[in-house]
């Protein structure tokens, strides 16, 4: 016992000029945090997408290419930024809260609106609800963030 208490007094932490109760600082990527980025990462893509479109039926090939692979950027992103919301906010949604509760309003929001941009990206420029369907969820994930912070 004597060389116990010995050895806890010479390999103290406080003897050497530190203190036992310090914290460790908090880590700068989070599971929340990351979900935070991935959804501003999505709005942001989808804004980008929606800027550089091609202007008219004729445009180049490269002007496809790229509204194109932007809008498969974004397609990911929102998946991405969906599965780490059911992630994280799993016990904080469902029908045992209201349907104004801000984080089912979270939930909705930018489930659909992520759903909506995913669907814009898969049925492609073939339809006329491609734009309304990439702008309206991008502005559905967008709100749904402005709403949480």
Not at 47 to 67: D, K, N, S, W
Not at 107 to 113: P, Q, R
Not at 121 to 129: D, E, H, L, R
């Amino acid at each position: 016992m004597m060389r116990k208490v010995i050895m806890t007094l010479l390999f103290s932490a406080s003897m050497w000029g530190e203190t036992l109760d310090t914290k460790a600082p908090a880590p700068f990527w989070t599971e929340d945090s990351v979900h935070k980025v991935l959804g501003i990462a999505t709005v942001g893509s989808a804004a980008l997408t929606a800027i550089l479109r091609p202007q008219y039926e004729g445009e180049t090939v490269e002007g496809f290419a790229l509204h194109r692979n932007l809008a498969y950027v974004t397609a990911g992103l929102a998946g991405a930024t969906i599965l780490t919301g059911v992630w994280l906010h799993w016990d904080d949604v469902g029908l045992e809260y209201s349907a104004t509760d801000y984080d089912n309003l979270h939930a909705i929001l930018a489930t659909v609106g992520g759903g909506m941009m995913i669907a814009a990206a898969v049925i492609g420029n073939n339809s006329m609800a491609h734009s309304t369907l990439g702008i309206g969820g991008a502005a559905l994930m967008g709100s749904a963030i402005v709403l949480e912070w």
